[in-house]
């Protein structure tokens, strides 16, 4: 039987991947009709009367936008494929530059928030389900709320005039301290791994106080959602059939609730973890602004301000395609610790 | 006669309703030996499954038990969670009535079992636990090799095997089977009644077989409880129940039961009565052939008729029986009103 | 009603001009019925966010009655300039930001501009994802499948990411404003009312009375509309309520990176929290904690209610009321007694007593 189950789980995995394609195949297209229903071409917006009409034309050419919409499809969807986004308008470099550069940041902070969201949103959720209609239950409940309620920003602002400017405790803007980001070599972009690669504790803890706030901020508002989905899930799980069928076999009610519902209710919330990622890159966005964080939000802000179109499809295209390989993951993930997934 | 194993006494679970307390239990008695089955019977919502949970303890918030549940020497009405939960598996079992969703879905079968023997024993051997449980499930028709299969690769009357065996495989005395095979089609519910039937047999239990079907009861029952309305109103040994009903709702119910030979079909007017108010006097007067009109004056006694005992005035007492009491009930025409 | 001289029977009035009457009355009624019918932390959270939402709708409504000036006006009405990061106190409650403005009244006036761009984006959302809903589940085969591609695609994407990237296009070709905003908004919630009409549509079209109703001979369509009509209606309120709170978050995210409205056209307080940001290093807290309290306010007001909302109609976590009752004991000795006796005595008699005097 069970070399049955794990074949099944391997055509399922398989089919799951084969779907990934047209899957981002449809949200590139998406993308890419998004950037490209307005009229006029992405060179004339962004540079418009900087140039005369002769330098547009001739960017225009150079850049391909002359030529039929079929064919800069064709040439967005494969440059995709051997990881060409184009290059920048206003400072011409690679939109590629703007991920490796830049996105060092951003992981760092929602891997820091993500973590904040599991450590803080996941405990209480289960408690308040498990506490239910108590006044432990209704406070976690209005903490939820709460977090939800505030925005990523004005959280953010809250937390530099309480810990930065009130207390004095936590710096409140950028990655780390402005000596400190120009004596650390930059090797892998992402601040906290370089400092420790260049053996410079002072500099990683520094990164790290840069880090708290933020991350807090983000992981804040991102745990209240987890603590709310987790509550209900649990308090439907513990309602389940087999919750009762476990206590009617004398089973400890701490064992029923840890090996039964605890566990089941978890399997839902990892299936709606894909949409939590593309909150989490949203509110990144916010989060970056706020704390002048300089991941890829920010550089997305600064060049939507420039109306360069060929960086903004570029990190739209990036963040679409973040989100649908999180889900393929959640999807495997949830393959292997649900059985009924794979059967 | 040997002693019993469960003795219920005067048993009442209320549930709290906006409207007022439903009176799901209203005063059941009954015994029941070792190795002996009951069959209890009755419509939909008559109580039925309050009862069999209502005696495990395992009653949803909200309910108020009261009343006696001697289990070795003990009121299990007043034991603590904690006891209760202790004799929940070892002396106490419950077999349910939808298998399907009864096995968490994330644990294997193996899971299960080993899970429910370490609650109760936990010096047992890993080993010990497998070999235990395996035996269990082969005697139930299930293959040592799906031990570690997981629910969903088992088919329902499957699942319900092996909902039976995980009640069993602590030995309890006393099971209680909540419509085990309801959810099941016709041959895989022969095959759990042979099972449930073989039961005293092999483990020399007593069970309470709660069903609404009479032909099951006919088949795999020692004796039989009728119950209406939160109340046992008949109860005694099958064959003498079956061939000489007394009590006019167990007649009645006899009567609508489909065989092969059945030519016409019979149904008791009217429905079943509202638990939050119920009639008064006997509960079965509304729609009872032999209303009289002592019955929604006065609750009948408990009154022994050769085997059985009823609950019904047709029966007596005649000293507690008032002037005029014998007089056949008039009912107003309301009552198709209401119908309508 | 002509008959209204003569003393009316009561049903009467449902004949004739009663009719509105009544249809209103049910109206009531139906809003009326999730208060009703919530109890304990439901109704706690219901009545809560419904008195929040309320005041800021009064607020809303009544701006020009209720802030003491305008949205972008820097000087009172003599023509003296309020000054920059004025203190909270005096004339201005909240203080004055870094343009000049009245913090309080900004605050007011940016209630009405997030009513507004709320209430437009949730009609069209509405519209445009109930009729694509309708479409695909109706029509079924390759157009419920493009459908359906696209609005995932759509769902996929991070929701404020959406709607920058729309408040951009739009903001280039159509110009800024509230009903950019709106429309913004609008993409992002489209396809949540899809799917939830999408599936009820659906399933109206396997429900069995649809079948019985189609042997019968019946029109299926009449049938599957009310049946539909009835699910959404029980999902959208919910749904509606929710996605309004978090429009206002998306709608101040798109102020605070700047896609939002301009400061001259309308107060917004994301931009104002935006323009905050720079003061909180020097310690000037009133500029953005003001604004930033109107969000959570009306944000939670919002959520408070659709989650009570929820808790009250969605069965699968509703809790049944606990009500406790009191049980007349029974004399358990005699009824022992009683029951050893062959069960003869009157003590049952008074059981009966007892439970007729429950009853009544």
Known sequence: MSTRTSGSLRTYLLTRVLLFVPQVLVILTIVFILMRVAPGDPISVALGGQRTPEQLAELRAAAGYDRSIFVQYWEYITGIFTLDFGHTIIDNRPVTQIFTVNGGATLTLTAAAFLVAMVVGVPLGLLAGRFRDTPFDASLRVFGILTYAAPVFFLGLLFQLAFARGLGWLPSSSQASPIVLATVESRTNIFLVDALLAGDTSAFWNGVQHLILPALTLGLLLSGIFMRIIRINLIQTLRSDYVEAARSRGIPERKVVIQHAFRNAMVPFVTILGLQVALLMGGAILTEQTFNWNGIGSQLVRYLENRDYVAVQGVITLFALVVVTASLLIDIINAIIDPRVRY | MTEPVLSVRELRVWYGTEHGPARAVDGVTFDLRPGEVLGLVGESGCGKSTLGRGVLGLLPRGAHLDGEVIYQDRNLVEASAREIQRLRGPELGLIFQEPLTRLNPLLRISEHFEETLKAHEPDLPKGEAKHRSIEVLRAMGIPPTRYRAYPHEFSGGMRQRIMIALALVLRPAFVVADEPT????????????????DLRRNFDTSLLFITHNLGIVAEACDRVAVMYAGRIVEQGPVNDVFARPQHPYTQELLRSTISLSTTGLHYIPGAPPDLINPPSGCRFHPRCPKAMQVCPQRFPERVPVGPQTVECWLHGPDELMPDGGREILVREEITVADEA | MATAAVPPPSDMGDVGGGRGRTRLRRFLSGIARPYRNSHGVGRFMLISGTVLVCLMLVMAVFSPLI??????????????????????????????????????????????????????????????????????????????????????SLYALPALLLAIVVAFLLAEHVGGGTATAALAITAVYIPQYFRVVRAATISAKEQTYVEAARAMGARPITIMLRYLLSNVVQSVPVIATLNAADAILTLAGLGFLGYGIQPTEASEWGYDLQRAVADAGTGIWWTGLFPGLAIVLLVMGLTLMGEGLNETMNPAIRVRRLVSITMPSIDRATARRDDAAGGTAGTTGSVDDLRKGDVR
């Open chain 2, 182 to 197: 309801t959810a099941l089609d016709v041959l895989v519910e022969a095959q759990i009644i042979g099972i449930l039937a």
């Open chain 3, 67 to 152: 802030a003491p000036y305008g949205f972008s006006q820097v000087a009172d009405a003599t023509g003296e300039r309020f000054g920059n990061h004025l203190e909270p106190g005096g004339d201005h409650w909240f203080g004055t930001s870094t343009q000049g403005f009245d913090v309080f009244s900004r605050v007011v006036w940016g209630a009405r501009t997030a009513v507004t761009v709320v209430l437009l984006a949730l009609a069209f959302s509405l519209f445009i994802g109930v009729l694509l809903g309708l479409l695909a589940g109706f029509i079924g085969r390759w157009v419920d499948r493009v459908l359906v591609m696209i609005m995932d």
